[in-house]
């Protein structure tokens, strides 16, 4: 282990931490200064988490990079532990990644921009926080950390919208994401007690994740507990994963926030919910996992079902992401259900393809926003003419939606697929039906707004500017390597997959 | 037949604090008008001086005086240096207050220091009637202090309230008192333990009076149903005392219920198994019906105080977890005690220099706050999201620590109630900093026109593009209110940005680290859970 | 000799209680608490707690009937003497009796029988309030400090105050 | 001779005697001498438990007369600062019924 | 041989660049897709003759379960899914085949392709979004040759998909047009619906065999492994998804519409490529298909007889040329169809590549027609042979060669398809086949005679005939219309015949059945003579016959109606469904089950308030009564 390797996962959590610290001392008066300095940080953060994904040993597995660092001893036994897995390498460059991308394209930020950033990379910290701990404590702290920003950046920096029928201020939007969100971690919370309790009255009571797993791997905690507590986590974290039906937070939540939030919470913090499932719900509670997944794995076909079903009715370019995002995370809870080794790979490489690819949506969506201020599908129109290339990835991230071959998401959704034919045939096979009416209403989408003859109103528009292109860009790239050459990423995901308890 | 002069010595904090006051009092008289904040400055030297003076003597010793009257303790020791802290940092944020609001303003030290006096004893008190004596020095401070703007009616009002709901209660404590005395013979916690334990065929007045006691107590720590002093007296005192209200006496209340449980109920197993449940379902009612009042409040003070009866709430479930064979419950009370009192340090604070400002204190008067006083807004925010239980802020820290010990000690669904009222609790402490950050909706007008749907265009009402154009740094209500009051202008005072800094620093330090204060906490509690 | 006195003693202490919280006339219930707290003395004189009873006659009775007093004199309004209840009288008195209901049978279910009253000796109430009582002892002269000094700041009319 | 319980019966009778008033009364120095009555109460329980007391503790007799020499110490400063209050308030609002004392209230 | 997975990948790689500098060369990429289709052209004969002197002796070559043909096999992983090795983990593979079908489809493909984008040089000339265009037609290629090659039912849905999309892109090449716009959609919407069907018979395969790979599937059908019931879903499901891109009743609705793309598009891949895909995946899995006393292949005949017959009654009435072209191009695939469920492997494959350059040429001939009158209602068209000799000719060989007139390419394969049927299936098959054949004469002779004879509007004076760039394509392909039929003859010594090159089971040599074969020619003949005397001469007048079927007539017109069904079922189901759907989530889901609770405790906290009267004595009353109440439960709790 070279002495980077000692540090770095501390190091991925500190940098922004430290960024978004130190991002409060800059001049209020210069807001491009802050930018630069928030630009700086999280490109560190992002050459930190792509060092960490390459030196992961994909051929020895199992948690590398790990480090423990006491916090409270004694009875409570909490430790910083860190430490990362095959599942949580790739979710990490994930988080970097987009938020790399996000504050690119916050250029525009004029606002407060030194809070916007300090909150923002907090949020990213947090994240990073969660993938990387070992104890239930500091998963749970990051996980609050990575919640609690997201108020404020959505009612400082969000905007408002009133629609035909109903309005969504972005008040109503930010307190119903974050209450929603605690409410689902009261459930996570109230789990992690009781779990704490029952270990301590096996005798040893801890946090520590490592310890807690083997206890339950060994059969300690009995299996009408884990069965009582297993919805717990999973609804709770569930509920963050846009599990239906506690999604409603999640596309209101797009409608309001500005572009860098809605990148970072449908591409990462949405993932957060998934990976608690797997990591703590799955890991500690395996006997109720088991018992309760076909009730997830309905649940998660009933996410891509109505998922698409309610965008296909959407009129607003976000609600229809926002929804189709939920549609999407249906994959992954589907994957996850399966607790099949094929299955489980593919929710979380659907995480991680999501992930790229939402974001990617988002941005180009603010591209075309800030440009055109209206986000309704029925009012925009031939913006092929006047956005090509925004138009071109903003095609493309479709295209990777509903599933079209040598893109990511066709990776992924196909490997979830194949696990759910292995497991629930029926209800994999509405799955793959879900798939076909995802390019309805990603097809309605294009032709509505991009094809055609332009308005002219919208002659003035200029194409999307060089960093939104060159963000975007990335993303496509990403998005186009994993899914004509996936390997990479799943042979660190593979070999992780093996060690979750049922599969 | 122990004398009056044995140990003296151990209670020199005690008398050198009542000597410090008697100082204050005297200098009080012939100090001119304008030099009275010396006397503020005298005291926080002495106190600091005293915290200093009292760890050395005392540190690690285990002795009860006058027959077990009196316990000189870590216990004790944790506390006393807690409640001089909170004087400190009390007369601190007072300090301009009290030049411009109150006259009187020697007595108001000295009194401050009486009533610490009285919480220190009450640390120490092993003897109910001890600890009502004490108790009382307390009250009677606090009751002068809660009427002490004699010209606001308010604050007369919230005195009267006050004193006489506090008369009341102690008499109904007293009689509990009585009532214990006349079965078991005894008032010393020990012996009352130990009365229980042979205790068979008892009068069930016994009973009955515990239940007095508790009750004379749950009006000092104001829980539900005896709580209902508190928002008015909390809204009619003079704000600092206000934050000395939700912060000192709550405190040495709590010191007072632990060492009386600890030493008193929890070591008669039997019998505290049965009584636990009477103080879950308190706290269960306590802290609901704090945090969902709360929820309707709109004026600051009284939203501090249903807030703080939540709290009380939790810590009362934090009692009734109390049990022999793990220290956590009693940990985790001593810690949220300190975690919940710095970051009133920074709400009262803030709260207090805002009022010396604008000398308002509605939640509707905070908007804008967030462009006109940055740092003042930081604050505020930081300790509501700190007191709603939000990480790397004290109050995650010490929600998690209590939660667990009261989960650990079986009693899940107190902490998932507990959980669920700290969620409600979040909403009205987001409102606060939506006030102060987020311009509230205009409705309809605010809506600018757009073609599918309109869009909103009120001011920063879309961060995306609209700042571009509009750049007025501070939102409208912010604008009109630092036109009607220049003094937002100006930075906070020294003091309170002193208040300020320290708390802000502990907020973080017992967030992000609190070991250490954990482990003077275990100290503390080995000396009470023997 | 000692059931008859008694009696007499508990029924003027329960009359003139009684008295005090039924009357409406401010004056007599102010009276009546003397009477109450007069036949309270007595009753320490049954219980051989002679000391008490001095003490109760002085302070009570002297002072603080005397205060009371003074006090209502100073707040004299439009509605003295006449005064009554407030609207909850009735709830105040189902809870009243809800609370003896519940006492009553505390006090007498195991109750301690045939004890004969013993008498304290000042000397031994003296010497324990200065030895093990010390500590309360300067605390309540404290108390007693706080409670003049806030007397005087809050009743003293300040400057601009008729 | 006189059992204890009926000492307590009495000082129970007293007690909630008091406590209707307190309930009951409008004015508030009415409320105090209601005050004044549940402390007698409590004094005379504790006096009677201390002269009943079997003699199982050497102090245990005088500490119920002790704790009353206390408690009627403390009521008498208690008074004393309370009608101060109510004074003020008379001087301020000139009225001492409770039920006109509501300004603040929710 | 081992290098043919080359002839896609020259696609491949040309399609990027010519997004990313096309627009900068010359040629707008033209000059970078057509060097790349060329160079697959080439590598199509280097890997047939490499095939010609396998055996089975040779590396990876093998004699292929199922069809028996000899059949070459490389491929290499692509990805793991699942650690390798583990349990229940998949390995996945890039392979192809080098088998007579696969070469046969190859040179379809790469000539035909080359040809189009040759002409497209001259027809697309001058439109700004050339680069895109060439682009996407590379990728199209690219994607449709790894359709062929593929080994592998997981790749093959990868390139089935990626030519779905280029189909798209094409069709809405000019998405300004609104019906473009619908267009694109709707093919693509209607083809992913059999799309569904394909990936779930692929992934139902899967559950049984374990691996993706065509073989093993073949192998596990014919050791009996897979049982009934999945064998004969899978097959149906596959079948699904051909229908969908062959355009098979009920799912032919967007073929036709798909004519708004630019008609070298239609050439290609609406006609002669993309379209034949589906028959191309039904004899690929023919194992499959004919397993368990092929059920599904009866299901086969007779989605394709009625596809067949329905859409060359709708071209019989259609007035715009190229609709007319595609119906008719439905109606062979249906021919096709048919044969292949009548067993007749080796005809619908022959068929396939003979249709294939007679519709390419027909719709390169229309294309070159509306290039130079930019119409496209026969109506509106007539005596363009003065003006456009070269397309007329090359117009009347490709409308001969599909409408069956003797020695021309058509009348062989349509000949060994009937005869596949009069022998597969009962009497009531061949006589519709025979019907169909008939009609499709019809509607050629009469696409020819409105369109070239007759009198010339006036307005059409003066246009003349297309550029060479354009008409030499349209030679090349006329000569393969011509004489591609003659390599099913058998030639002693050198060639035992199609039906030896491509077969199912055992190679069957070169057969003629006379009856058929003189029937068909009279009818053909005769049908052409009809159409002549028709609209040409007017000797013979229809308003008659269209009087006494005008009830059907309108039925035809309104090509059965199909569309109207559809959208009624779009509009009136899915949307609504979805609609309600969306109401649901905001209405019950958002603002009763979320927002109710929230507005439930605000209200809790409103109204409990209001305990706190302000009054003295209640908070004193308050008190008491939870002094009564901890009084009675400490009591009451100490037992």
């Not at chain 1, 076909?436 to 109103?457: H, K």
């Not at chain 2, 049965?274 to 379902?281: E, F, K, N, R, Y």
């Not at chain 2, 340090?345 to 006109?372: C, H, P, R, W, Y």
Request: hydrophobic residues 55%.
């Amino acid at each position: 282990m070279s002495n980077f390797d000692q540090v770095a996962l501390l190091l991925l959590v500190l940098v922004p931490l430290a960024g978004a610290g130190l991002t409060m001392f800059m001049p209020g008066d210069r807001p491009k200064d802050s930018w630069y300095f928030a630009l700086f940080v999280s490109a560190i953060s992002l050459v930190l988490s792509v060092l960490i994904f390459a030196r992961y040993d994909h051929e020895i597995g199992g948690f590398q990079f790990t480090r423990v660092y006491d916090w409270l001893p004694g009875p409570m036994d909490i430790s910083l532990s860190l430490g990362i897995d095959g599942i949580a390498a790739p979710l990490i460059v994930l988080n970097g990644i987009v938020l790399m991308g996000g504050v690119m394209i916050s250029q525009n930020i004029t606002y407060r921009t030194r809070e916007f950033f300090v909150l923002l990379l907090a949020l990213a910290a947090g994240v990073y926080g969660v993938f990387v701990v070992r104890d239930l404590f500091f998963l749970f702290f990051f996980y609050e950390l990575a919640v609690l920003p997201m108020y404020l950046l959505i009612g400082v920096w969000g905007s408002s919208s009133k629609f035909s029928d109903f309005i969504r201020t972005k008040e109503y939007g930010a307190m119903k994401l974050i209450l929603f969100l605690v409410a689902g971690s009261i459930l996570i919370w109230v789990g992690i007690l009781a779990v704490y309790a029952e270990a301590s009255g096996q005798g040893n009571g801890t946090f520590n994740l490592q310890t807690l797993s083997d206890m339950a791997a060994s059969g300690q905690f009995d299996s009408t507990f884990q069965t009582l507590v297993f919805p717990l986590f999973m609804i709770g974290f569930g509920s963050l994963a846009g599990l239906w039906p506690f999604h409603t937070w999640s596309p209101d939540g797009h409608v309001a926030a500005p572009t860098a939030v809605s990148m970072l919470h449908a591409g990462v913090l949405m993932k957060l919910g998934a990976y608690g499932i797997i990591r703590v719900g799955i890991f500690l509670l395996p006997e109720g996992a088991d018992w309760w997944m076909p009730v997830l794995i309905a649940l998660g076909t009933v996410n891509v079902l109505y998922g698409a079903m309610s965008a296909m009715s959407q009129q607003d370019l976000k609600y229809i992401i926002g929804y189709s995002s939920v549609s999407h995370m249906g994959y992954v809870l589907m994957g996850i259900a399966t607790l099949d080794s094929i299955g489980m790979g593919g929710a979380v490489l659907q995480m991680f393809s999501h992930g790229i690819m939402t974001a990617l949506m988002f941005t180009l969506v603010g591209a075309i926003y800030d440009r055109a201020h209206v986000r309704d599908i029925n009012v925009l129109n031939g913006l092929f003419g006047r956005m090509g290339v925004t138009c071109f990835f903003f095609a493309i991230a479709g295209l990777c939606s509903l599933g079209l071959p040598g893109m990511s998401g066709f990776i992924a959704e196909f490997m979830v697929f194949t696990g759910a034919f292995r497991t629930y045939l029926p209800l994999a096979i509405l799955a793959v039906v879900g798939a076909a009416l995802t390019a309805v209403y990603i097809l309605r989408l294009l032709a509505r707004t991009f094809f055609g003859e332009p308005d002219v109103r919208w002659s003035g528009l200029s194409d999307a500017g060089v960093m939104e292109k060159s963000v975007a860009g990335a993303f496509v790239l990403v998005i186009i390597f994993v899914g004509v050459w996936p390997e990479p990423i799943l042979r660190v995901i593979n070999v992780s997959i093996p060690t979750i308890p049922g599969v | 037949m122990p004398g009056l002069t044995d140990n003296l010595e151990l209670l020199t904090p005690e008398f050198a604090l009542a000597g410090l006051a008697f100082l204050v009092f005297a200098a009080d008289l012939v100090l001119p008008e304008s030099r009275k904040n010396l006397l503020g400055w005298v005291s926080i030297a002495g106190l600091i001086a005293l915290i200093v003076v009292s760890i050395l003597m005392v540190w690690d010793h285990d002795q009860s005086l006058y027959n077990g009257l009196l316990a000189i303790d870590d216990f004790s020791l944790w506390f006393k240096v807690l409640f001089m802290g909170i004087g400190v940092f009390i007369i601190l944020s007072s300090m301009d207050f009290v030049s411009e609001h109150l006259d009187h303003k020697g007595e108001f030290y000295g009194l401050v220091l009486f009533s610490i006096l009285g919480m220190n004893i009450m640390a120490q008190a092993r003897e109910l009637l001890t600890a009502y004596i004490a108790l009382e020095l307390l009250s009677f401070s606090l009751y002068v202090l809660a009427a002490y703007s004699r010209n606001s009616p308010k604050s007369n009002e919230g005195g009267l309230k006050y004193i006489i709901i506090g008369a009341f209660s102690s008499a109904i404590l007293l009689y509990g008192v009585s009532m214990v005395y006349g079965v078991l013979g005894v008032t010393k916690f020990e012996a009352i333990a130990a009365g229980l334990a042979v205790a068979s065929e008892v009068s069930p007045s016994l009973w009955v009076g515990m239940a007095l006691i508790l009750v004379g107590l749950g009006f000092k720590v104001a829980a539900v149903p005896f709580h209902m002093w508190a928002p008015d007296v909390y809204e009619g005192a003079p704000y600092p005392i206000t934050a000395y209200l939700s912060i000192g006496s709550k405190a040495a209340a709590f010191a007072l219920v632990l060492r009386l449980v600890a030493e008193g109920f929890v070591p008669v197993a039997d019998r505290w198994e049965q009584w636990q449940l009477v103080l879950a379902v308190l706290a269960a009612v306590t802290m609901m019906v704090g945090n969902l009042v709360a929820l309707a409040q709109r004026n600051l003070k009284r939203l501090l105080a249903y807030s703080s009866i939540g709290h009380s709430g939790f810590l009362l479930a934090g009692i009734a977890a109390l049990s022999l064979d793990s220290s956590l419950p009693s940990n985790g009370v001593m810690l949220y005690l300190v975690g919940y009192s710095v970051t009133n340090f920074v709400v009262f604070g803030a709260f207090i220099s805002f009022f010396n400002m604008t000398g308002k204190e509605m939640m509707s008067d905070l908007a804008g706050l967030g462009g006109t006083q940055p740092f003042l807004a930081a604050s505020i925010a930081i300790g509501m999201f700190s007191l709603a239980g939000l990480p790397i802020f004290a109050g995650f820290a010490i929600k998690f620590y209590l939660f667990t010990a009261i989960a650990d000690e079986g009693l899940l669904w107190l902490a998932g109630l507990a959980v669920f009222a700290s969620l409600v609790s979040l909403y009205y402490y987001l409102q606060v900093i939506r006030q102060m950050y987020i311009e509230p909706a205009e409705g309809e007008a605010a809506y600018g026109h757009g073609y599918g749907y309109e869009h909103v265009d009120a001011e920063h009402g879309d961060g995306e593009h609209e700042h571009g154009e509009t750049d007025e740094p501070a939102p409208r209500y912010g604008a009109t209110l630092f036109e009607t009051f220049p003094a937002l202008g100006r930075r906070p005072s020294l003091t309170i940005l002193a208040v300020l800094g320290a708390g802000l620093l502990a907020v973080f330090w017992i967030g992000v680290y609190p070991a250490p204060l954990i482990d003077t906490i275990e100290a503390a509690s080995r000396a009470i859970m023997s | 000799m000692s059931w008859a006195l008694f009696i007499v003693l508990a029924v003027f202490t329960l009359g003139g209680g009684l008295a005090v919280v039924a009357t409406r006339n401010i004056v007599q219930a102010a009276l009546a608490l003397l009477v109450s707290l007069v036949a309270v003395a007595g009753i320490y004189l049954v219980l051989y707690a002679e000391f008490l009873a001095l003490v109760q006659v002085l302070i009570y009775g002297g002072a603080i009937v005397i205060v009371l007093i003074f006090a209502i004199m100073l707040t004299r309004n439009a509605e003295y003497p006449r005064t009554s209840d407030n609207r909850q009288w009735p709830l105040a008195a189902l809870a009243a009796l809800g609370l003896l209901g519940v006492l009553v049978p505390a006090f007498l279910i195991n109750a301690v029988k045939g004890t004969e009253p013993k008498n304290a000796s000042f000397s031994g109430i003296g010497e324990s309030l200065f030895t093990t009582w010390a500590v309360p002892f300067e605390v309540a002269s404290l108390v007693l400090l706080v409670a003049l000094i806030g007397a005087i700041i809050i009743a003293r009319s300040g400057p601009g105050e008729n | 001779m006189v059992d204890l319980v009926w000492f307590q019966l009495l000082s129970a009778a007293l007690f909630v005697i008091g406590l209707y008033g307190v309930l009951a009364r409008r004015s508030a120095v009415l409320i105090l001498m209601s005050i004044e009555l549940m402390l007698n109460a409590v004094n005379i329980n504790l006096i009677a438990a201390a002269a009943h007391m079997e003699g199982t503790n050497p102090f245990a007799n005088f500490d119920g007369q002790l704790i009353a020499i206390f408690i009627i110490t403390v009521a008498a400063a208690e008074v004393g600062l309370a009608l101060a209050i109510v004074l003020r308030m008379y001087r301020n609002r000139s009225t001492v019924n409770v039920d006109e004392i509501n300004l603040m209230k929710w | 041989m081992q290098w043919a997975w080359l002839i896609p990948v020259f696609s491949f790689a040309a399609a990027p660049v010519i997004v990313l500098i096309g627009n900068r060369l010359p040629g707008k990429g033209a000059l970078i897709s057509i060097p790349a289709i060329a160079a697959g052209f080439i590598f199509f004969w280097i890997a047939l003759f490499g095939w010609l002197d396998a055996s089975t002796a040779t590396e990876h070559c093998y004699t292929a379960i199922g069809t028996e043909a000899l059949t070459c096999n490389y491929d290499r992983v692509w990805f793991n899914a699942g650690l390798p090795g583990a349990d229940g983990s998949v390995t996945l593979t890039w392979g192809f085949f080098v088998d007579p079908v696969t070469i046969a489809m190859l040179g379809l493909v790469t000539f035909v392709a080359l040809m189009v984008q040759i002409y497209s040089l001259g027809y697309m000339h001058g439109d700004p979004r050339l680069n895109w265009y060439f682009a996407v037609h590379a990728l199209f290629a690219a994607s449709m040759l790894t359709i062929i090659l593929s080994d592998s039912f997981l790749l093959l849905y990868v390139a089935w998909e990626l030519v779905g999309v280029c189909s798209y892109l094409l069709i809405g090449f000019w998405h300004e047009r609104p019906a473009a716009r619908e267009a694109a959609k709707k093919a693509f919407i209607v083809t992913r619906i059999g799309d569904v069907g394909l990936l779930v018979g692929i992934l139902l395969l899967w559950r049984e065999v374990g691996t993706f790979s065509m073989t093993d599937a073949f192998a596990a059908v014919q050791a009996g492994t897979m049982s009934e019931g999945v064998t004969i879903a899978a097959a149906l499901l596959l079948f699904l998804g051909a229908m969908g891109k062959s355009a098979q009743i009920p799912f032919h609705v967007w073929l036709p519409d798909a004519m708004e793309g630019p008609t070298p598009v239609s050439a290609l891949i609406h006609a002669a490529t993309m379209v034949v895909a589906g028959v191309f995946l039904v004899a690929r899995a023919f194992p499959l298909f004919e397993a368990y006393s092929g059920i599904p292949l009866t299901v086969v005949a007779i989605v394709g007889l009625v596809t067949a017959l329905v859409t060359a009654t709708i071209a019989l009435v259609a007035t715009d040329i190229k609709r007319i072209l595609a119906y008719s191009t439905v109606s062979h695939l249906g021919l096709m169809m048919l044969s292949l469920g009548a067993g007749g492997y080796t005809a619908a494959i022959f068929h396939l590549l003979a249709h294939g350059f007679a519709k390419a040429l027909l719709f390169l001939g229309s294309g070159s027609v509306i290039h130079a009158t930019e119409k496209q209602e026969i109506s509106e068209l007539g005596g363009l042979r003065r003006v456009m000799p070269i397309t007329t000719i090359v117009f009347a060989i490709g409308a001969a060669s599909l409408g069956g007139i003797p020695i021309l390419a058509g009348f062989w394969s349509k000949d060994e398809i009937l005869q596949s049927v009069s022998h597969g299936l009962n009497p009531a098959f061949i006589v519709l086949a025979l019907v169909t054949a008939l009609l499709s004469a019809l509607y050629m002779g009469r696409a020819v005679f409105v369109t070239f004879f007759g009198r010339m509007p006036r307005e059409l004076e003066h246009t003349h005939e297309s550029p060479p760039v354009m008409t030499v394509p349209l030679a090349l392909l006329a000569i393969l219309a011509i004489g591609f039929g003659l390599i099913s003859w058998n030639w002693p010594g050198a060639f035992g015949g199609f039906g030896t090159f491509v077969f199912v089971h055992k190679p069957h040599p070169f057969a003629f059945t006379w009856w058929i074969g003189i029937l068909s020619a009279v009818m053909a003949v005769g049908a052409f003579v009809l159409t002549y005397l028709i609209y040409e001469r007017g000797s013979i007048s229809l308003e008659g016959t269209r009087q006494r079927f005008a009830a059907i007539l309108k039925v035809v017109e309104n090509k059965y109606y199909f569309d109207e069904i559809y959208q009624w079922v779009i509009d009136r189901v899915v949307l609504a469904v979805a609609n309600f759907v969306g109401f649901f989530d905001r209405a019950i889901v958002n603002d009763v089950g979320i927002n109710g609770p929230a507005d439930m405790v605000r209200w809790l906290g409103i109204t409990l308030r209001l305990h706190v009267t302000g009054h003295l004595y209640s908070y004193a009353l308050a008190m008491v009564l939870g002094m009564v109440g901890l009084g009675i439960f400490w009591w009451l709790v100490t037992s």
